[in-house]
């Protein structure tokens, strides 16, 4: 996969829009891009289930967009829906990987969502991107953050 419109968000569009939630509702058109995603696809680990991996950490990465920032794929105006949103993807991605078996990768990007979160808290947002860089990397290529 390469960065370009590589079609990973406009699936996960099409999943949110899928549940019929309130979040159905927020779905914008395909985001764009999606570089996380490809680099976990492109990696050993994720050999078979491309795919699946580049999904899996472009729900969860949109999820900490709709935390910290504005989402590519989900833009609800009401804040508490955001959020309420940001968890949904957190959890759509981890419950995949779950259920890949990959509990090694679950391990690294629930370390990413805590490394973020406390990135931003302690007023070094900048840190967050190379962070999501370094686990997408270890997610498919089967090394720890």
Known sequence: MTEGRDGTLAALAARLREEGTLIAGAVCEDGGRAPLGAAAAAGPR??????????????????????????????????????????????????????????????VLADVISDCARAHAEGRPGDALAAWRSAAAAVGGGSGV
């Open 46 to 107: 994720a050999t078979g289930r491309e795919r699946d991996y580049a999904l899996l950490v472009e729900a969860i990465h949109e999820g900490y967009l709709l935390h910290y920032a504005e989402g590519r794929v989900v833009r609800p105006e009401d804040p508490d829906l955001a959020l309420l949103a940001g968890d949904r993807l957190y959890a759509l991605g981890l419950a995949r990987l779950a259920e890949i078996g990959d509990l090694d990768a679950v391990v």
